[in-house]
T-cell receptor
Framework: KQEVTQIPAALSVPEGENLVLNCSFT??????LQWFRQDPGKGLTSLLL?????REQTSGRLNASLDKSSGRSTLYIAASQPGDSATYLC?????????FGAGTTVTVRA | GAVVSQHPSRVICKSGTSVKIECRSL??????MFWYRQFPKQSLMLMAT?????????EQGVEKDKFLINHASLTLSTLTVTSAHPEDSSFYIC????????????FGSGTQLSVL
C-alpha cells in the first residue's frame, strides 16, 4: 500500500523567503506525482504535475523535482508572498488512484 | 483547462436525512470519477472509484450502502450520503479523469457536509 509523507507539517516564513516542501512515497511504481494547493474549506488547485519519466516541472515561481528511485519530491516556491499561505498537498498516482500526503500548512508573514 | 463542477459547496442537514452531492465534468467526458473524504488537518482519503455505466469500486472500510455512488453518464457522478449522522460530517471532494490512468485528474471545489 502506498504511503505518502510530507515534511514539515507546518511552516512559517517571512515574506520573500524561499519555501522548500518535501514529499516522500514508499512505492516507486507511480504514473505521476502532483502538487496541489488547498485553501481552508476549499477544494484543490493543481499546481504541477510531474510524469514518472520526468525529473522536474516549473511554473512561474514554482519548481517541483521528482526522484522516483528514492521516492522523493520537493516543491520549491521562490520569493514567497502572503498569498502563498495555504496547505500544499502532494499526491502520487499509481495504477488508477491518487494517494495523498497529509499536507504542509504554509504561513507567509508580511 | 478542464473544469469539474461540484455542488452544493456546503450543506447542513439533520441526522437521519440523506444528502446528495453532484459532480459534473463541464467540458470533457469523464470516463472515471473518484470520491474523496477529508477530515480536518488530515489527508484526502479515497472512498470509491466509479466508471460510467458500472458499479462503483469502494475502498476498504467504506460502507457502500451508506455512501451510494451513481455514475450514470460521462459527465455526472453523484454521491448520496444515506441516513446521515454527525460522524459523516466531513469535506467531500470529487475528481474526474478523461482518459488513461496516467492522465491528470481534475477536482471539484468540494462539499462541506455538517450533520446536526
Amino acid at each position: 500500500k502506498q504511503e505518502v509523507t510530507q515534511i514539515p507539517a507546518a511552516l512559517s516564513v517571512p515574506e520573500g523567503e524561499n519555501l522548500v516542501l518535501n514529499c516522500s512515497f514508499t512505492d516507486s511504481a507511480i504514473y505521476n506525482l502532483q502538487w496541489f494547493r488547498q485553501d481552508p474549506g476549499k477544494g484543490l488547485t493543481s499546481l504541477l504535475l510531474i510524469q514518472s519519466s520526468q525529473r522536474e516541472q516549473t511554473s512561474g515561481r514554482l519548481n517541483a523535482s521528482l526522484d522516483k528511485s528514492s521516492g522523493r519530491s520537493t516543491l520549491y516556491i521562490a520569493a514567497s508572498q502572503p498569498g502563498d499561505s495555504a496547505t500544499y498537498l502532494c499526491a502520487v498516482q499509481d495504477d488508477y488512484k491518487l494517494s495523498f500526503g497529509a499536507g504542509t500548512t504554509v504561513t507567509v508573514r508580511a | 483547462g478542464a473544469v469539474v463542477s461540484q455542488h452544493p459547496s456546503r450543506v447542513i442537514c439533520k441526522s437521519g436525512t440523506s444528502v446528495k452531492i453532484e459532480c459534473r465534468s463541464l467540458d470533457f467526458q469523464a470516463t472515471t470519477m473518484f470520491w474523496y473524504r477529508q477530515f480536518p488537518k488530515q489527508s484526502l482519503m479515497l472512498m470509491a472509484t466509479s466508471n460510467e455505466g458500472s458499479k462503483a469500486t469502494y475502498e476498504q472500510g467504506v460502507e457502500k450502502d451508506k455512501f451510494l455512488i451513481n455514475h450514470a453518464s460521462l459527465t455526472l457522478s453523484t454521491l448520496t450520503v444515506t441516513s446521515a449522522h454527525p460522524e459523516d460530517s466531513s469535506f467531500y471532494i470529487c475528481s474526474a479523469r478523461e482518459g488513461m490512468a496516467n492522465e491528470k485528474l481534475f477536482f471539484g471545489s468540494g462539499t462541506q457536509l455538517s450533520v446536526l
